[in-house]
């Protein structure tokens, strides 16, 4: 059964730094281009950080550029996102899942961060 469960979620003061993990099952962890994404009520899902196979293409949205980090640790089938400088517009449930929707699985319930003083 494939699974994703992301977790490091949390409260945050605006220039804070958290960091996310994302952990699989039930698939072949280092077979796909992974990436994080981010949702808002009433937005659509927007693709935060992506890694490559074997993670030497590396691309991150304009708004996280040089704040956030994207990593993954095809040992542990686990998917990283350090996030520093914390801005409140990067308030959004965070979702991890792989970069192309036809290879997209089964989404995992995501894991909240809130910035604000």
């Known amino acids: 059964q494939e699974k994703i469960v992301e977790s490091g979620g949390g409260l945050v003061q605006p220039g804070g730094s958290l960091r996310l993990s994302c952990t699989t099952s039930?698939?072949?962890?280092?077979?796909?281009?992974l990436a994080w994404y981010r949702q808002t009520p009433g937005n659509e899902r927007e693709l935060v950080a992506s890694t490559s196979i074997g993670g030497r293409r590396i691309a991150y949205g304009d708004s996280v550029r040089g704040r956030f980090t994207i990593t993954r640790d095809d040992a542990n089938d686990t998917l990283y996102l350090q996030m520093n400088n914390l801005r409140p517009e990067d308030t959004a449930k965070y979702f991890c899942n792989t970069q192309y929707a036809n290879f997209y699985k089964p989404w995992g319930q995501g894991t909240q961060v809130t910035v604000s003083s």
């Open positions: 039930g698939f072949t962890f280092s077979f796909y281009a």
